[in-house]
């Protein structure tokens, strides 16, 4: 890709949500405008923002990666990531939105009167948030190194430095207008390629169906492996080799690879023939998430299918930086409003990375070997159209990513920095909130730098399963159901996020290995997570039932009465 135009494009999308946060630091004042926009954001505007903080990472890079190394089955990050909404739609929205709070440990404590449950909501929300905001800085420096061969921790530091400005700054007011700006410009980033992607495709004479058969290269392609790999071969394979295979270092040596399992080290570089099949890879180390995660796909595909819509239509109600907005409603029927036009707007928003994904797959299939899968998005306007138009398509698509780094990693830092201001530190000042800034951001930004990366939506699948498994128990029976106590609600959070946690992290690990009969229960653990902490906060409230909050009925009448009507009532 030319970085001549790229860079440029990336520098003009941080000035304009710099400038765009400014404008909204004009008008943010009081401490309300910096928490929750002092409750005053539309139905329009709020649903922009939403959308615009939503759509990460993850939505942009990741699913078109996904769906270009395991195929269609991939269709059920972005099917899941819109439902989400609708179950966000149909419990949570409106009664969120009138129990007054500001945070999820807000709420946890109006509901239940317990500064102990209100900790541990927070330490939950700060860990949600920092799992969420890793692939979003780790997006980051893989577009800036893409687009110039920097370094890869430079992306993440440039919107890290960005977003803590925007936040610290404005708060609340200053991202509603930065994110609401910035779900326009990701979906015009997307979808202008996209068109010219699929005249090019249509023109070319390339195959009509990217998944019917085995991927193959369409040109002769030299891959460079990045990190060590174990290439698994149906039939023998023709391949040119620079580096060490199978312990043998080559120089420029034609080799004909026999069926079977062959390792090769970091810093080879292959040169496959034109129409070769792209062979099967793994990671050597074992311990790459999106690995893991692919082999329990293929041993259990159904579990591992349910558990990703498990964990992707009921985690979405717990992501903090997602909650955080319905607070800027003027009213439930507000919040309401804002959740139908989110469902339209991030579900125009989906129906385009698949393109990328299955485009990928036929014009960039070495990235299955090189570990950037998630590279497709910024690739392909280069690979398919070139020249002077290729370059200004990739400028625009790289623009977009940036975009959607910056945004969402703008609501997580606001989230995150919320509970630290509200929780941690000793005041609940805005010179406190912008220390709280500060150290949102920090975390995560060091882990970015000092861990290798995870392919970005399998890490903020991460997430989603966490939160599924600790929020959304919470919420639901918080608002739901009068004979929930705080020893249950502490409970299912603990033990419902906490086995998610662990399991995820296992597999990280590479525990239990490949095959074993647990593999596919650590990997996708929402499937069971999300129902033991329900069972357990039910449980445990029942058998505690002398510890339900008094004044419960009046907390949950404010939590589903309409606010005309509560007025009235009170009057």
Known sequence: ???????????LVVVATVLVGAFGLRISRT??????????????LNAAAISGEYLSAASFLGIAGLVLVQGPDMLWYPVGYTAGYLVLLLFVAAPLRRSGAYTLPDFAEARLASQAVRRLAGAFVVGVGWLYLLPQLQGAGLTLTVLTGAPD??????????????????????????????????????LVPALFLILAWQSDGAPRHAFDEPAAFREQRVVRVDDSIDLTLDRPLPVTVTG?????????????????????????RLTFAEGATVPHAERSGGGNL???????????????????????????????????????????????????????????????????????RLYAPELTLTGDPDAAVLLLPDRMIGGVGGDLLGALVAGGAFAAFLSTASGLTMA?????????????????????TVLAMAVPLAASVLVGGLPVADAVGLAFAVSASSFCPLLVLGIWWR????????????????????????????????????????????????????????????????????????????????????TEVTT
């Open 1 to 11: 890709m030319n970085s001549s135009y790229a860079v440029p494009a990336v520098a």
């Open 31 to 44: 401490t309300s405008d910096f928490y929750v926009a002092s409750r005053t954001v539309g139905p329009r």
């Open 153 to 190: 921790w430079l992306g993440g530091v440039i919107v890290a430095v960005v977003v803590t400005a925007i936040v610290a700054a404005g708060g609340m007011r200053s991202i509603t207008f930065v994110q609401a700006f910035q779900y326009w410009l990701k979906l015009t980033a997307l």
């Open 244 to 268: 060490t295979v199978d312990g043998r270092t080559h120089t420029d040596t034609r080799l004909e690879l026999p069926a079977g399992t062959h390792h090769i080290e970091r810093g080879t």
């Open 290 to 360: 999106s690995t893991s995660q692919a082999e329990s796909r293929e041993e259990r595909p159904l579990y591992a299918t349910y558990g990703l819509i498990l964990a992707t239509f009921l985690g979405t109600m717990g992501l903090p930086h997602v909650v955080v907005r319905f607070y800027t409603s003027p009213h439930g029927v507000a919040a309401r409003r804002t959740t139908v036009a989110v469902l339209g707007l991030i579900g125009a928003f989906y129906l385009l990375p698949p393109v990328y994904g299955a485009l990928g």
């Open 416 to 436: 995150v920095a919320g509970v630290l201001t509200q929780d941690v530190l000793p005041s609940r000042g805005v010179r406190h909130f912008r220390l709280g």
């Open 483 to 566: 004979r929930l106590t705080p020893p249950g609600a502490a409970a299912g959070m603990l033990v419902g996020g906490g086995s998610a946690l662990l399991a995820v992290a296992a597999t990280m690990a590479g525990y239990p290995g490949q095959g074993a009969a647990l593999h596919a229960l650590l990997a996708w653990p929402a499937l069971w997570s999300v129902p033991l902490g329900f069972l357990t906060m039910v449980l445990v409230s029942l058998a505690t039932p002398g510890r339900v909050p008094p004044g419960t009925a009046g907390v949950l009448a404010r939590f589903h009465l309409p606010e005309e009507l509560r």
